[in-house]
């Protein structure tokens, strides 16, 4: 006798955003971008003074301002498409700006459930929470949340998948 398959998650958005500081998160990352390309080409060019090459000048104004434009209109965006849920089925996440990935984690796959606090991210008291699967397609990231409300997710994350049957293979 054949089993019948389990029924197909729905294909819905996901109901929460992530916190609205992870505006000022990716704008502090960009600054660091900011700050990593341009600063050797401008140490270059005090470095060279009259000597240095006119291409470097454009290249490190054209840097900054890339660098700059991405980080005034691409974090805003980012905070409007980036969502996330957790329901007793399923983790589902939708991320990205140009390419943009929505990701349906079956409870009963979930292996690890961990949470990680970067530097700018203590700064603005804000976590990761990574849901590792038994899938090819590797992790699912939440990024962005406020750390009390990661620190409940994985929570009850880790309370949900005890809870679930199966062996997450």
């Keep these: ?39 050797p080409q401008v140490v270059v060019l005090v470095v060279m003074g009259a000597g240095a090459p006119g291409w470097l000048t454009w290249t490190a104004t054209a840097t900054a301002v890339a660098t700059l434009g991405y980080a005034i209109l691409v974090p805003p965006l980012l905070y409007r498409i980036h ?3 957790v329901t007793p089925e399923a983790v589902y996440t939708l991320s990205g700006w140009l390419v943009r ?18 530097p700018l991210q203590q700064l603005l008291k804000l976590a990761t929470v990574t849901v590792t699967t038994a899938s090819a397609r590797g992790p699912v990231k939440i990024s962005g949340l406020e750390a009390h409300a990661a620190a409940e997710l994985a929570r009850t994350l880790t309370e949900t998948t005890q809870a679930t049957p199966g062996d997450a293979t």
């Design 1 to 39: 006798m054949a089993t019948a398959a389990p029924p197909a998650l729905p294909l819905r958005p996901p109901a929460h955003q992530v916190s609205p500081r992870a505006v000022r998160w990716w704008q502090l990352r960009a600054a660091l971008t900011l700050v990593v390309l341009v600063v």
């Design 101 to 118: 990935e929505w990701r349906i984690a079956p409870i009963s796959r979930v292996q690890t459930v961990d949470t990680e606090h970067g």
């Design 83 to 85: 969502r996330w849920e």
